[in-house]
């Protein structure tokens, strides 16, 4: 039974939208992540300056799949990976807005929302629970802020979620996936070498 805040999510243009449920400190984990992937998603999409924290970290809410919906635009949800075993990242086609990241496997069915694509403030979505990776932030692990769990403990607890998701079914409710065959409602491009090769440059530029 859901208990948390229904909180409406919106691409930059307006055209992909939905609505992110039982949202509360208690049911999500509230985070940033430094590491080089999500920096490389954030510069793929052309919007590095708009989704990084000054560090390169990005402000993500970790929540079921399930509490995930889309009530416009859905046939705009574009998915790529930097890699073919990387994970998947969305993001609206239409306007390059960041929607968040997930594994390739239905088992693990968990979200990793980007705060771009909520349409509401970041306190609303509970504390920070801990900064992830940050030895890849700007400046390095030094210069990023010490509040939160230790990483370890941060991994755990979400760790914890997912298995109560997945004991509760979470894992055949996505929006993500076909409700009838399983399959991802995008096919997620995987970036060449070069591509990555390009995005590594930006990067190390943009933390220069």
Not at 33 to 42: G, K, L, N, R, S
Request: glycine fraction near 10%; proline fraction near 4%; aromatic fraction near 6%.
């Amino acid at each position: 039974m859901a208990t948390g805040t229904e909180l409406p999510l919106r691409c930059r243009c307006g055209t992909v939208r939905g609505v992110a449920r039982d949202v509360a400190p208690t049911t999500v984990n509230h985070c940033f992540c430094y590491c080089d992937d999500c920096q490389a998603f954030a510069h793929f999409l052309g919007r590095a300056d708009e989704v990084l924290d000054s560090y390169g970290g990005t402000e993500i809410t970790q929540m079921s799949q399930a509490n995930v919906g889309f009530t416009a635009g859905a046939d705009k949800v574009a998915a790529m990976r930097l890699s073919a075993t990387g994970m998947i990242r969305w993001y609206a086609s239409c306007c390059r807005t960041p929607i968040g990241n997930t594994m390739a496997t239905s088992a693990m069915p968990f979200i990793g929302v980007i705060k771009a694509f909520i349409d509401a403030p970041s306190a609303a979505l509970g504390p920070i629970r801990g900064r992830g990776f940050a030895k890849s932030a700007k400046g390095g692990a030094a210069a990023v802020p010490r509040d939160g769990l230790p990483e370890i403990v941060m991994i755990a607890r979400v760790l914890a979620k997912v298995l109560r998701w997945r004991l509760r079914g979470d894992h055949k409710r996505s929006a993500l996936r076909d409700a009838a065959t399983g399959k991802l409602v995008a096919e997620p491009r995987v970036l060449g070498e070069a591509e990555r090769a390009e995005l590594r440059r930006r990067c190390a530029q943009w933390r220069a």
